[in-house]
Antibody, heavy 120, light 110 residues
Framework: EVQLVQSGAEVKKPGESLKISCKGS????????IGWVRQMPGKGLEWMGM????????RYSPSFQGQVTISADKSIATAYLQWDSLRPSDIAVYYC?????????????WGQGTLVTVSS | NFMLTQPHSVSESPGKTVTISCTRS????????VHWYQQRPDSAPTTVIY?????VSGVPGRFSGSIDSSSNSASLTISGLKTEDEADYYCQSFDGTSWVFGGGTKLTVL
């Protein structure tokens, strides 16, 4: 069974750094892209970017380029999303999801989400 | 770049059929496949339809997807509505460089 297990909820202060994780199991981690999706409170889904753990190739949404960093450690089947300096506007639930490739690319398995709260 | 526009909300009674639209703002809907995700309250999304019309394994046959070139839109149709179908539904496509999500439609089954 494919599983993506994300790290737990975080409470941080503005300006602090943060790295959240997404551990994959039940499949060959290195051969599927992993994407990250933001959901702000009461809002919809936004694609942030994705990484191919096999060679760490990354692609970012223009809206998130330079705002976050996506990385992966294939030795432990884990993808990461990190911020160098959090802002209150980063408050959201962040989901990782595995990319399935058929005629197109889509998300076939999702993590449970990580709630990030930023407050002074 | 294009946007995907969905109705903010729809409601229907149990046992009825509802259709949720997803209209592409520019370019043709058939140019890029559309996928549909269901998000129940306080839960992560799950996929229901991929590649316009393909149902994910395990998703009931009551769910179906289609595209309509005349209205430049994709649609998710749910027949025989059940209370468990109450959720937010999102369409998603690709604009060549980025994944694009629709704003989501809240389905109320009452």
């Amino acid at each position: 069974e494919v599983q993506l297990v994300q790290s737990g909820a975080e409470v941080k202060k503005p300006g602090e750094s943060l790295k959240i994780s997404c551990k994959g199991s039940g499949y060959r981690f290195t051969t599927y892209w992993i994407g990250w999706v933001r959901q702000m409170p009461g809002k919809g889904l936004e694609w942030m970017g994705m990484i191919y753990p096999g060679d760490s190739e990354t692609r970012y949404s223009p809206s998130f380029q330079g705002q976050v960093t996506i990385s992966a450690d294939k030795s432990i089947a884990t993808a990461y999303l990190q911020w160098d300096s959090l802002r209150p506007s980063d408050i959201a639930v962040y989901y990782c999801a595995r990319v399935m490739v058929t005629a197109a690319n889509w998300f076939d398995s999702w993590g449970q989400g990580t709630l990030v709260t930023v407050s002074s | 770049n294009f946007m995907l526009t969905q109705p903010h909300s729809v409601s229907e009674s149990p046992g009825k059929t509802v259709t949720i639209s997803c209209t592409r703002s520019s370019g043709t809907i058939a140019s890029n496949y559309v996928h549909w995700y269901q998000q129940r309250p306080d839960s992560a999304p799950t996929t229901v339809i991929y590649d316009d019309v393909q149902r994910v394994s395990g998703v009931p046959g009551r769910f179906s997807g289609s595209i309509d070139s005349s209205s430049n839109s994709a649609s998710l149709t749910i027949s025989g509505l059940k209370t468990e179908d109450e959720a937010d539904y999102y369409c998603q496509s690709f604009d060549g460089t980025s994944w694009v999500f629709g704003g989501g439609t809240k389905l109320t089954v009452l």
